[in-house]
């Protein structure tokens, strides 16, 4: 009889980054109005956080809201930008406790004054802080991050600081929001989705995806080991032969 393998010994992956997805359909199931699911998915952030710190990982990305969801009714954007300031304020405590250091990737242009102001607060009060890096993605778009980052190495190369054969895949790496950060090694995704949803392109290309069908509002603990423990049992090629 064949035995499930022992997985326990591989190594956990080092940067998680999540699509937070199902906020709306799972209010909706209930009745409820979008905005319900968006408070109940702000709950949620903290158990990851907690759990992701004390797994020792060293970093985990969160979709928050991105560069399409302003498409989306001025009631939910504001909502949720509220939502954000009230969660940068609530879990201070959870940032310091667990020696969490917190960071934005995204635009600013667009966000309200409040919601800026509470990003650089927290981004200033726990700069010193070595564990677990929390990242929000928060007004972020993958193709309009990389955009930025191929007007900024062209400037670079029509000042004449930079050679146009000197630039190589690191500096692409380097001119995007997550520069300093390792790639993510596991991208899990909630509510069912198979689509990145214009999520870090090009930090994904060897990620492996973890998808479950429970919303966001009901992720926990039990259902990010069971990610975690997928990601163990992969056999990651990158391309090569095992
Ligand atoms: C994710 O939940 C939260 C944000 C995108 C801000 P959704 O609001 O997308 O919920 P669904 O996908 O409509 O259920
Ligand atoms: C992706 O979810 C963005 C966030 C989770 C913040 P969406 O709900 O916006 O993605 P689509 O519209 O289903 O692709
Ligand atoms: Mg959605």
Redesign the pocket.
Known sequence: MSQAPDNTTKPLPKHVAII???????A?ARGKD?SY??KA?AEVVRPIVTACSDLGLEALTLY???TE?WTRSNEEVST?MDLYVMYLESERQLFFDNNVRFNQIGSRDGLPPEVLDALDRMKEETKHHTGLTMTLALNYGSRHELTLAAKSIAKKVKLGDMKLTDITEQTITDHLYTAGLPDPDLLIRT?G?MRLSNYLLWQLSYAEFYVTDV??PEFTVEELQKALAAFKGRTRRFGGVV
């Open positions: 937070m997805d199902g906020n709306g359909r799972w909706q979008r699911g968006h998915g928050a809201f991105s969801n949720l509510a989705e919303c966001w």
